[in-house]
């Protein structure tokens, strides 16, 4: 091995190839630096078990390229001799190719392809402890064909960190642990502290240029995203003019990123603004100090919205260590950290997996393809969330990429041999059968790399200027969605369609990403799916009826739209046709408390047009009638029926019974009705013939209506109110009663009125009250109303409401 033999890596390499001679996968543990990237993969060329391709996996597509070059280097080669690469968007092998270093989307497509992986001799899973989706899935698959067909193949997981035990674990029994202990040239950590009342950039720019005054050496700089780089990057320029600062960051042009990761030739000092890409696998040559904002920015998954969004965050305490790491890699380091050191345990330890935040639709179609409909019977470090696995299949299947069962269709065996998410792929399909595969396939292009074609929403835009850009990234991204398209050709093997607007194959595979503008300024949008979304009033995309939305960032709540691509009317109605709607509803008008029968058409959650039923369905006004009617149906049966039966104990009677069942008794009251205008004995009488005929005279016994009076008045019990039952009687009605009434077992409380109707007493013991308080009461009661009776001996007195004269006349 050329100049690198003194890495640490190589102390340890004997023990791992003994270990990989003895069982087919082995752990290697090893911190930033130790070389573990561009060290182990040559030192497995030489192996007797080793006479096909090592595949190298790296986390992105910077880190992959880097490697290669490196490793081909060391090798005095060109890249794609003995190493090359293979990325989305760049490649470089050959038929002399043995090592190839591929970014983990490319090998899970490829393990797909090829269960038995023919020609493999090995696979090295880098940066492991970063726990991506792709990464996660490709070991997976990789034990499995190991278990199964493959009990040759060499799997090596590497990792940065304590995570090595539990891969351990995974790959079974006797795959062996080897540690490295890397370089240890000494790190400084400087807590520059955190400044709440400043921006971001600001709090950055003022420890970068306090590192530049106190430090030697090249800077590297962690920020959350390529915005905040560039703003930091205009500060920087305005006062450091003679510094290189360079951005790194995925969309950085490759020969760009070459020389942010390399040193300057004529040795002159760099910053360079990084986001995470910056943080394993690379090593920046010349870098001895960082600046670590202590943010990290992921890509998260919202299944109620069906949008990734990103979430800027606290990183980790495995994150923090991993990028002051390299400012040690070549020579004694310091880290300046933008937070309190009191605060750092406080950080979360690591990162979390992306399996439990990103859409595992794309996983589940590939396991679908693999074979496997059971999730989570394959080798998982963690576990795919349930909840997770459910919206994915229910997305899938509406596509129809997935059957009731589970299992992939004709058309998701096409979609997951695109390299794309599964209803980006589909769209591509639908294209092709109109031949239109290109120019969907670079709206999907556009939609996944954002910086393509220049900022802002608007994909069509975005288009324009990238079909003018001449640059090398530019036609590169060209040359791949030309790739795309074409395998979409091959794909298709029915008849041709009519071309249409390419949009529609977007809408068609995006159906609850289709919107529809809430207000004039173009700000509020609705989709299909029933979420709600948020877009610049100055975007050209505002002045827009329709859209379909591709990317959205932020919570399902209001979204803010970061691409999408506009839709006209009569795209909607007649391309998308197919996705709409049209019905009858009963709505209720809460105003006029009736129901009002419409006919709609509606695409999903978007009402596209309203109007009234000319037909309507009158049962299904009934039963909405019905349903109103148990809302409210305290106010709609009379309260003196409910409290008799109550009091009787007749439970067919209790509110919750009625409503129960209200469309057996209370329908047939509400045909050709509109409204709940039901008169209350019409309502009482429908409640009451659900009783057989012993109920209802049990409850005409037990609780009756009325009370007569020995006057010959006819009084309503009330059966309501707390003091129940009680009745309303003048105490004229009552003379000549010496007994108390009795409602079964249960006294009837009297309220004695005046003849005005006034109160004046209360009880439940007549004889009592006549013998008692009765003097008091008609002392008072004679003063007031002199015409009528109040005698000493009431219970002796003939009952009778007329006045003293009209009495004694009538009398004699």
Known sequence: MPASADLPIHSVLPELLG???????????????????????????????????????????????AAAERMAEMLGEK?????????????????????????????????????ELAGVSAVLFDEAHERHLDSDLGLALAIESQQIVRDDLRLIVMSATIDGSRFANLLGEGAATIESEGKSFPLRIEWFGSNPSIPLEDHACAAILQAWRAETGDILAFLPGIGEIERVRRVLEAHLPDALILPLHGQVEPAAQRIAIRRDRDGKRRIVLAT??????????????????????????????????????????????????RAARQAPGVAYRLWE??????????????????????????????????????????????????SARRRLKQLGALDNDGCITALGEKIVRLPLD?????????????????????????????????????????????????SAHARSARKLAKRWADLAEKLIDDGKSEPVDPVVHIARAHPDNVAMRRNPSGEDWASAGGRGFRLDP??????????????????????????????????????????????????????????????????GAIRISRGPEPTPDEEAIVDKLVEKAVERLGEIVPGELVARAGFAGIA??????LAASADMW???????????????????????????????????????????????????????????????????????????????????LLKLTSPAGRPIQATRDLPGFWRGSWADVAKDMKGRYPKHRWPTRPWTEKPSLKTKNAFSHGDS
């Open 19 to 65: 270990a990989l001679r003895a069982h087919p996968s082995a752990v290697l543990i090893a911190p930033p630096g130790a070389g573990k990237t561009t060290a182990v993969a040559p030192a497995l060329l030489s192996e007797p078990w080793c006479s096909g391709e090592i595949l190298l996996l790296s986390p992105r597509r910077v880190s992959a390229r």
């Open 79 to 115: 890249t794609g001799e003995t190493v090359g690469y293979q990325t989305r968007l760049d490649s470089k092998t050959s038929q002399k190719t043995r090592i190839k270093v591929m970014t983990e989307a490319i090998f899970v497509n490829r393990i797909i392809d090829d269960p």
């Open 276 to 325: 995470a890409i910056a943080e394993t696998s690379l090593t920046l040559d010349g870098v001895t100090v960082v600046v670590d904002c202590g943010l990290s920015r992921r890509a998260e998954f919202d299944r109620a919205a069906g949008t990734t969004h990103l979430v800027t965050g606290r990183s980790s305490q495995a994150s923090a260590a991993q990028r002051a790491g």
């Open 341 to 390: 050191e009191g605060g750092h345990a406080g950080r979360p330890q690591f990162d979390p997996p992306e399996i439990e935040t990103a859409d595992i639709a794309p996983l589940l179609l590939s396991l679908a393809r693999w074979g496997t409909a059971d999730v989570c019977s394959l080798a998982w470090l963690d576990p795919p969330p349930a909840a997770s696995i459910a």
């Open 422 to 470: 599964p209803p980006m792929a589909s769209a591509i399909l639908f294209g092709a059968h109109s031949g239109q595969a290109t120019d969907v396939a670079k709206i999907a292009l556009l939609s996944q790399e954002r910086g393509l074609g220049g900022r802002g929403e608007d994909l069509l835009g975005r288009r324009m200027r990238w079909d003018n850009d001449q």
């Open 538 to 603: 100055a975007s050209p995309l505002a002045r827009s009826e329709w859209l379909v939305i591709t990317d959205a960032q932020g919570q399902a709540k209001g979204a803010r739209i970061t691409a999408a691509l506009p839709l006209d009317r009569s795209i909607v109605e007649y391309d998308l046709a197919s996705l709409i709607e049209e019905r009858s509803t009963i709505d209720w008008n809460s105003k006029e408390k009736r129901v009002e029968p419409r006919r709609e058409k509606r695409l």
């Open 652 to 657: 067919q009677l209790s509110l919750d019974a």
């Open 666 to 748: 209370l329908a047939p009251l509400l045909n050709g009705k509109r409204s709940l205008d039901v008169p209350a004995n019409k309502v009482a009488d429908a409640a009451l013939g659900q009783l057989d005929w012993a109920t209802r005279n049990r409850l005409d016994q037990v609780a009756p209506r009325r009370f007569s009076s020995p006057a010959g008045t006819d009084h309503e019990i009330d059966y309501a109110g707390d003091d129940a039952p009680s009745v309303e009687v003048r105490a004229q009605a009552l003379f000549g009663l010496d007994r108390h009434p009795m409602i079964g077992d249960t006294p009837l």
